[in-house]
């Protein structure tokens, strides 16, 4: 994982109090469980790793059909809810984060999400969906102050960490991962280089299992062994660890990137941050997938043209990310990177 600074990131003037996603059950899978069926299980019920995939799935469902009474029964009493590093206050308890939920509901009354990955481990479930609507309604901004719909259409990529209780019935701790300037570009108020609206052909998110497999592990310490090897500086170390195919999708960047690609931003970060470091809070593997969460810290004390600081900003940047890592033989050959590429911004002083 390397945040990508080739991007032009501009803070916008307005961030938006739900940022993408108020609620991270916000969306149905591509193929949710009909009307009737739900999160509610036998008292006593354990549900299986499968099991919790499908009332994952059907509480994302509930969002979709804004049956707001089944979504806040998938939170636990004491829940709280991260937008990582979007500004805001946690949600605690299922009645916060359902008024978050409908408030981004309200703006975006046509949102709907497609699953296209579920992987599990135990009680933590790491899901990635496409999140599509309009932007037909008033939307909330942290300052207070709503923002007129503009009409425009948002497709983009938002990852989600849920902790579930030991019966699996029920959300303790969920973090968000997206990209404010994406969302904000999409919808006209930014005027920096992003992704295009995102629709995604799934017909029913991959769901992976973790099994614990000697391949499971193997790739868990591969992924371990390139973080060592980015805090050490060491580019060849981390390039040779990515197959020369590999597709790096990093979702605070304009396009997906070659491994060539993904190598030249490393190299232009660790100028501008010569003392880079990853601080990985989690890493597991599930099937052919490594799931990492953590910290990008450093300090800016190089210029980084393509962020407009010709000169260093001696800033220090602490940002938080999610990265999913598919391997083949030992390679990462597809990543998804997400984080927060206007706090990025705004943490070495620009924007507004």
Same mark, same amino acid.
């Given at each position: 994982?390397?945040?990508?600074?080739?991007?032009?990131?501009?803070?916008?003037?307005?961030?938006?109090?739900?940022?993408?996603?108020?609620?991270?059950?916000?969306?149905?899978?591509?193929?949710?469980?009909?009307?009737?069926?739900?999160?509610?299980?036998?008292?006593?019920?354990?549900? $299986?790793?499968?099991?919790?995939?499908?009332?994952?799935?059907?509480?994302?469902?509930?969002?979709?059909?804004?049956?707001?009474?089944?979504?806040?029964?998938?939170?636990? =009493?004491?829940?709280?809810?991260?937008?990582?590093?979007?500004?805001?206050?946690?949600?605690?308890?299922?009645? =916060?984060?359902?008024?978050?939920?409908? @408030? +981004?509901?309200?703006?975006?009354?046509?949102?709907?999400?497609?699953?296209?990955?579920?992987?599990?481990?135990?009680?933590?479930?790491?899901?990635?969906? &496409?999140?599509?609507?309009?932007?037909?309604?008033?939307? @909330?901004?942290?300052?207070?102050?709503?923002?007129?719909?503009?009409?425009?259409?948002?497709?983009?990529?938002?990852?989600?960490?849920?902790?579930?209780? @030991? $019966?699996?019935?029920?959300?303790?701790?969920?973090?968000?991962?997206?990209?404010?300037?994406?969302?904000?570009?999409?919808?006209?108020?930014?005027?920096?280089? =992003?992704?295009?609206?995102?629709?995604?052909? %799934?017909?029913?998110?991959?769901?992976?299992?973790?099994?614990?497999?000697?391949?499971?592990?193997?790739?868990?310490?591969?992924?371990?062994?390139?973080?060592?090897?980015?805090?050490?500086?060491? =580019?060849?170390?981390?390039?040779?660890?990515?197959?020369?195919?590999?597709?790096?999708? *990093?979702?605070? %960047?304009?396009?997906?990137?070659?491994?060539?690609?993904?190598?030249?931003?490393?190299?232009?970060?660790?100028?501008?941050?010569?003392?880079?470091?990853?601080?990985?809070?989690?890493?597991?593997?599930?099937?052919? +997938?490594?799931?990492?969460?953590?910290?990008?810290?450093?300090?800016?004390?190089?210029?980084?043209?393509?962020?407009?600081?010709?000169? %260093?900003?001696?800033?220090? &940047?602490?940002?938080?990310?999610?990265?999913?890592?598919?391997?083949? *033989?030992?390679?990462?050959?597809?990543?998804?990177?997400?984080?927060?590429?206007?706090?990025?911004?705004?943490?070495?002083?620009?924007?507004?």
């Amino acid at each position: 994982m390397s945040i990508d600074p080739r991007r032009h990131v501009r803070a916008a003037a307005v961030l938006v109090s739900a940022a993408v996603m108020a609620a991270a059950f916000g969306c149905g899978g591509a193929q949710p469980l009909q009307e009737g069926h739900g999160a509610v299980q036998p008292a006593g019920k354990v549900l $299986t790793a499968a099991e919790r995939a499908a009332w994952y799935q059907a509480c994302w469902a509930h969002f979709n059909s804004k049956d707001w009474d089944r979504f806040k029964a998938c939170y636990a =009493a004491d829940a709280e809810s991260d937008h990582v590093d979007s500004g805001q206050p946690l949600a605690k308890g299922p009645d =916060a984060i359902e008024a978050n939920a409908r @408030s +981004f509901a309200a703006a975006f009354p046509d949102i709907r999400g497609t699953g296209e990955l579920i992987l599990i481990k135990g009680e933590s479930i790491v899901g990635v969906y &496409v999140l599509n609507g309009t932007h037909s309604g008033a939307l @909330s901004g942290s300052d207070g102050h709503a923002i007129p719909p503009t009409g425009k259409s948002i497709g983009l990529h938002l990852a989600h960490v849920a902790q579930a209780d @030991s $019966t699996g019935l029920r959300v303790v701790r969920e973090e968000r991962y997206s990209d404010s300037g994406t969302m904000m570009a999409q919808i006209g108020l930014s005027p920096a280089p =992003a992704r295009p609206v995102a629709t995604s052909a %799934a017909a029913a998110p991959t769901v992976v299992i973790a099994a614990g497999t000697p391949s499971e592990l193997s790739n868990v310490e591969a992924a371990r062994a390139q973080i060592a090897a980015y805090n050490s500086r060491d =580019a060849k170390g981390v390039a040779e660890i990515n197959a020369p195919d590999m597709v790096r999708r *990093n979702m605070a %960047a304009p396009a997906d990137q070659t491994a060539e690609e993904s190598l030249a931003g490393m190299l232009t970060l660790f100028q501008a941050f010569p003392e880079a470091k990853l601080v990985p809070t989690s890493v597991w593997g599930a099937g052919s +997938f490594v799931v990492v969460t953590g910290r990008f810290e450093g300090t800016n004390s190089g210029p980084l043209p393509a962020m407009g600081l010709k000169t %260093a900003s001696n800033r220090p &940047v602490s940002v938080r990310y999610l990265d999913i890592t598919r391997w083949e *033989n030992g390679t990462i050959k597809e990543e998804w990177l997400f984080y927060d590429g206007m706090a990025f911004a705004k943490q070495l002083g620009l924007g507004k």
